[in-house]
């Protein structure tokens, strides 16, 4: 007992940090035309957020093997599907550096596997953010030309993480 | 846009609802001997949960099919595998009205069909609580000789039931 934070515990931090933050972004980018990319769909749930909050906006979403709920599975013209290291540097081709917002929870249960992965992507992501666009992750990224923000209230530290493109209309 | 509350929002809620009423459930009852049930092992975040902040008691996970996280798998000794409709009723010949919190979340994502299973189930969970026990639930429960309780602070109303048998200490 008293072993400190459940893993229920840090299962809530993650998701009210996850809303937080998208919240968050999603605001601050909403004057911007450029599509939003969901990396990972998982179950669908923050697709299903992001979704019911965004608008004027494409919603790509970038997965794997698509196995969401049926009431938060993307239209097919907006599923980008194959594994990110690949599909990131086409997304590039297609969309240039146009992406309002990135949202990234593309972990598992290793941590270690997890960072490893970030590093491997995070140069990837960082092509396709437009000037003044954010990006919002559940794992610590490591980027050369985006700034990392401080975190919008009721996020928790450590368990999501905003990242910014300096230039366009707020720089 | 605008339309309410996202999946994500309800899962949220739901999550800090099941928290909220179980650690009061296990304040509650932190006086009295006799078992706790958790119905229903899913990932295992409410188990460990559970595990983490419950002393002194044995807790037993009634569950049809155990594929939870590594770390919040109970031991086989305390693994009640099967259906409970067959394995509640096996329970109340092994352990009499002896339990002192009885968690279930047993649903799935159909709303009827977890009113009907919580219909089907509920007289069956009744037998197993000992008095001034407490019963947690993600569904609206059907019970005779239970007592619904008023939430605890955080919960969310609907998203989260307490249900009381009457007697025991604190009665
Ligand atoms: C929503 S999950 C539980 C999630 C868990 N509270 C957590 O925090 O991870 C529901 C679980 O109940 C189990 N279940 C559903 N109906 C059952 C039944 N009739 N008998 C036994 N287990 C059942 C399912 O196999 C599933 O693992
Ligand atoms: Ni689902
Ligand atoms: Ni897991």
């Avoid at 911007?32 to 909050?53: K, Q």
């Avoid at 309002?100 to 491997?120: M, P, S, V, Y």
């Amino acid at each position: 007992m008293g072993e400190g934070q459940s893993r229920l515990d840090l299962f809530i931090d993650r998701m009210v940090s996850q809303r937080a933050c998208l919240d968050h972004a999603i605001a601050e980018t909403a004057g911007m035309p450029g599509p939003v990319f969901e990396l990972g769909l998982g179950n669908g749930r923050t697709y299903h957020h992001m979704r019911s909050r965004i608008d004027g906006r494409d919603i790509y979403v970038f997965e794997r093997a698509v196995a969401a709920h049926p009431d938060s599975t993307p239209p097919e013209a907006r599923t980008i599907l194959g594994d990110v290291r690949e599909t990131l540097p086409a997304a590039r081709d297609r969309f240039g550096p146009t992406a309002t917002l990135i949202h990234a929870d593309l972990g598992g249960h290793n941590r270690d596997k997890n960072d490893a992965f970030a590093r491997l992507v995070s140069p990837l992501i960082e092509l396709l953010l437009a000037p003044g666009g954010l990006m919002v992750s559940s794992d610590r990224m490591y980027f050369d030309a985006l700034e990392e923000q401080p975190l919008p209230p009721g996020a928790v530290p450590g368990r999501c993480f905003v990242y910014r493109r300096p230039g366009g209309e707020g720089a």
